[in-house]
């Protein structure tokens, strides 16, 4: 009888967990209710320029000397020139790649597109039952069918004839 009892509230552990909405992947927005503290850029210190003259004008929703540029900024720590940067970022070496991948045009809602199409397969690969009782995470096995094996990848692209020269040897690793 003990052991019916068991059963019995087993079973129901297992059915409200399956009802749970959470998918279980690693979704890193899920059941945030703080800012995103990678989104915060703390503004340049301010400081009284030498000629208040090459002050910009004062524009609604305009840029101020002391907004952050987080790219141009990254370029010159590296030793880049930041002046070099064209097209909200991209390098102008990179324009005829760049032009190159758009050449059959660019979808404007790829974003919503990708976003719909993620949420299918997340409710497609859900929590098993045992899964969401212990609560694990079913990231890997969810998305291994999508992943690569780095070591068969460069040995293919080394077979291949492809120079990889910032891979070590594979009797190096």
């Known amino acids: 009888m003990r052991a019916h009892g ?7 552990a297992l059915a409200l967990t399956a009802c749970a909405s959470e998918s279980g992947l690693m979704n890193l927005d899920a059941g945030r209710s703080t800012p995103d ?12 320029p030498p000629d208040l003259a090459v002050l910009p004008s004062p524009t609604p929703g305009g840029a101020n000397i002391t907004d952050p ?5 990254a ?3 590296l030793g880049g020139n930041p002046g070099a940067l064209v097209n ?5 070496a990179d324009q005829a790649l760049v032009a190159h991948a758009a050449r059959n045009g660019t979808d404007p809602q790829i974003r919503e597109t990708l976003a719909e199409a993620d949420a299918r397969f997340r409710q497609r690969n859900s929590r098993r039952p045992l899964e ?12 291994r069918s999508q992943s690569l094996d780095a070591d068969a990848e460069l040995l293919r692209w ?11 040897p594979p009797a190096a690793r």
Request: no cysteine.
């Open 69 to 73: 540029t987080p790219l141009p900024d």
């Open 6 to 12: 068991l059963m019995i509230g087993l079973a129901a």
């Open 132 to 143: 969401a009782l212990i609560g694990t995470s079913v990231y890997y096995r969810a998305y």
């Open 75 to 77: 370029v010159a720590a």
């Open 158 to 168: 080394r077979r291949a004839g492809a120079i990889t020269p910032t891979s070590p």
């Open 88 to 92: 909200q970022g991209i390098g102008a």
């Open 37 to 48: 503290e990678f989104a915060i850029l703390p503004t340049r210190p301010l400081s009284m």
